[in-house]
Each structure stands twice: as C-alpha cells, then as structure tokens.
C-alpha cells in the first residue's frame, strides 16, 4: 500500500544538526508534493515544510527558515530534511506527508527528534 | 497568517451519540479544508477534504460541511474506534492547523 517511512531521529543537543529521512512507496513519487509536519509533545500539528514534485518550488514555515532545508531525490523516491542549528523548541514528531492536489492524504509514522543538552 | 481555531476543546459523549466539532478560519479558506483523526502514538489520518468529502475508507458516519470561514465535522453515531482527538486544517493559504478537539468517553 502506499507507503511513507520516516528515520534519522534521534536525541541531539542544541546548536547541533540532524538530518531525516522519508522513503516514499507504491505510488508515483515524483507526481506528488511532499510536506513536513511536526507535533511537539503533547501539542498540536504544525506545518514546517514543502516542496514541489519536481524540486523546483521550497517553502519553509517562518519558525524553520534559514535553518532547515528540504531536498528530494526522485529517482531514488526519497525526501530529506536538513536541520542545522536546531533548538529545544524543535523537538517534536516529524512527519512526511504525501500532498494529492493541496490537501495532505498520506502520513508517515513519524520520526522523533529531541533536543537537548 | 490564517489562523484556525476549533471548539470545543474537549467533547464528553458516549458511543452511539452524535458529535459535532466547530472549526473557524480567521479569514476565508473557501472550501480548501481537512479534517484528520489522531489516535494516541499513531499519525493523522485524513478523514476529509474539500470541508465535505471523505477520503478513501473514511465511513459514512462522518461528514463535514461549511466554506468560507465555518466548518463543521460531525459523526453521527459514535463508535469506540471514533473516541480521539480531531484537527481541521485549511490548505487556501499555506496550511494551517487548528488545536484540536478531543472526543472522550464520558
């Protein structure tokens, strides 16, 4: 079934970088937008990142600019996240969701970033 | 920055009752709205888009309604599986997300 898995979490300190990863499956990757979204714990959604189905358009939320890239590598139907200068307010589940049309259809399991000193 | 805000935070009911959840845009997103479901340690789920059409799977007991700046997700009869929490999202401008209702047994 269509299928998105999340890795690359972990617990790293601030001022530090990690970087997620998102394998895409059973569907044509390179038809779709791909999104982050995070949820801090026990807090709600929030819309961190976008990028188009060709790489060509990257928008990033105001919270996560200059800081965060977005990347993806159609041809191996992956998607990343580059985090630099993270911050304890970046810990959260981070999702990669599937965009069909503007709406988010497809939602990965999540990968779990702290940060922490 | 459209700004969602969902109420009641908190929704007691018992299975079998119907629920109905407000969402509210701080400005107008037309019909370009979701809802998701979210159990406790799963991702989200989409249960509609569009503010009134199921997504793939989705049961009939849940239905939205509204446009504009007004949305509703009702589900007409509860089931244990439905007890969770519920956010809508608008996607018109950039995405945002309401809080969140929790529906709970009472």
């Known amino acids: 079934q269509v299928q998105l898995v999340e890795s690359g979490g972990g617990v790293v300190q601030p001022g530090t970088s990690l970087r997620l990863s998102c394998a895409a499956s059973e569907f044509t990757f390179s038809d779709h937008a791909i999104h982050w979204v995070r949820q801090a714990p026990g807090e709600g959604l929030e819309w961190v990142s976008v990028?188009?189905?060709?790489?060509?358009?990257?928008f990033y939320a105001d919270s996560v600019k200059g800081r965060f890239t977005i990347s993806r590598d159609n041809s191996k139907n992956m998607l990343s996240l580059q985090m630099n200068t993270l911050r304890p307010e970046d810990t959260a589940v981070y999702y990669c969701?599937?965009?069909?049309?503007?709406?988010?259809?497809?939602w990965g399991q999540g990968t779990t970033v702290i940060v922490s000193s | 920055e459209i700004v969602m805000t969902q109420s009641p935070a908190t929704l007691s009911l018992s299975p079998g009752e119907r629920a109905t959840l407000l969402c509210r845009a701080s400005q107008s997103v037309r019909s370009n709205l979701a809802w998701y479901q979210q159990k406790p340690g799963q991702a989200p789920r989409l249960l509609i888009y569009?503010?009134?059409t199921r997504a793939t799977g989705i049961p009939a007991r849940f239905s939205g309604s509204g446009s504009g700046t007004e949305f509703t997700l009702t589900i007409s009869s509860l089931q244990s599986e439905d007890f969770a929490v519920y956010y809508c999202q608008q996607y018109n401008n950039w995405w945002t997300f309401g809080q969140g209702t929790k529906v709970e047994i009472k």
């Open positions: 969701v599937r965009a069909t049309s503007t709406y988010l259809d497809v």
């Open positions: 990028i188009s189905y060709d790489g060509s358009n990257k």
């Open positions: 569009g503010a009134s």
